[in-house]
């Protein structure tokens, strides 16, 4: 989408520069924020604005004596995990806030008032598959078994993917009822591909493995699969627009219930081993509007109407800011 509001703050007169990553290094010598704005100061010293879906930019910035900038956080997913509400929101001059539901989570956890500012804009993504209409579905799989869309976190303490996805995969495979769709958050490939590579999986015909491909962020996986099976990430309100089922698996023995930060695994239901997984499978697939309600009421709240010009109203809305606060 940074196209779509890169064009849209140039008709409002602003230029804008994208910043990058110059050195693609291994796991976790690639200190990305670090890095970026290493290798970028004399942009960053000749910029008004900087804008960022990262929390920890605050702290670079002021590392490399760069503070004195108006950080806009931008943010990424509508997710409810306790990461989403960090303290380091405080630190940004302004905070975007992209969804109904996320506005009345801040302001329920009390966070609003400690905020230096905020802007509730609309979120953005979706307007992807609006410029996009002409993409083809993928072809992965030849044949016409159901496809699940396996998503797990990158989080170690509440992913699935670094305790059980070789029994998820190898449990679902062996059934020989499904396609299986393996592609877990980027940061698995970026942060922990020592615990990745690690991972034996069985070979199928009907297993699709992706670390790294832009099919992982940009809907594709989504379109094609008949379930999503997930734990933590955010993705799941993205899924969430296509109004399939979803299973979400208990790796860690979470007490989720009545958790204002799982309140999306009452979207689906909810299994602690891969037994009970093929159990719910056979449930979901017999009976896939079981919690159609409730998916499309959360879809409602969370992202309001979706119609391709999230990012153009976005991006209009910033700068207004900007000029009435003569930034």
């Known amino acids: 989408m940074h196209r779509i509001i890169k064009k849209e703050l140039k008709n409002q007169k602003a ?21 970026i704005i290493r290798y ?13 879906g990262s ?22 997913g509508t997710g409810d995990r306790e990461y989403t509400f960090k303290k380091d929101l405080y630190d940004f001059d302004l905070v975007f806030i992209p969804s109904k539901k996320m506005y009345d989570q801040f ?23 609006f410029y996009n209409k002409e993409n083809p579905p993928l072809y992965i799989f030849n044949n016409d078994l159901p496809v699940i869309f396996y998503n797990p976190h990158y989080d170690k303490k509440l992913s699935s993917f ?16 499904y396609n299986v769709i393996l592609s877990p958050h980027p940061l698995v490939n970026t942060w922990f591909l020592f615990d990745r590579i690690k991972k034996r999986y069985p070979r199928s015909v009907r297993l699709h493995k992706d ?30 627009y296509f109004n399939k089922p979803i299973i979400f698996y208990n790796s860690h023995d979470i007490d989720w219930k009545n958790n204002p930060y799982y309140k999306f ?6 299994v602690t081993d ?26 409602t709240y969370t992202f309001g109407t979706i119609d391709g010009k999230a990012s153009s109203r976005n991006a209009a809305k910033l700068y207004k800011y900007l000029e009435l606060n003569k930034i």
């Open 274 to 299: 891969q037994y009970q997984l093929i159990d719910s499978l056979e449930r979901t697939f017999r009976v896939p509007d079981r919690y159609k309600g409730k998916r499309e009421k959360m879809m």
């Open 55 to 76: 929390y920890e930019v605050p702290r670079v910035l002021e590392k490399f004596g760069l503070r004195n900038r108006f950080v806009v956080f931008t943010r990424h």
């Open 265 to 270: 695994w009452e979207l689906g239901e909810v």
């Open 162 to 177: 670094y305790k059980d996805s070789e029994k998820i995969v190898s449990t679902i495979v062996q059934t020989k009822k």
């Open 211 to 240: 670390w790294s491909s832009i099919h992982k962020i940009n809907f594709d996986y989504m379109k094609i699969a008949d379930l999503y099976l997930g734990d933590v990430s955010s993705s799941v309100y993205e899924w969430l």
């Open 15 to 35: 230029d804008v520069t994208y910043l990058y990553n110059r050195f693609k290094l291994p796991v976790r010598l690639n200190q990305t924020y670090s890095n």
């Open 40 to 52: 970028n100061k004399k942009i960053i010293r000749g910029s008004d604005v900087i804008l960022s």
């Open 107 to 129: 302001k329920e956890l009390n966070i609003l008032e400690k905020l230096k500012d905020y802007l509730l804009v609309d979120y953005s993504k979706f307007d992807y598959l």
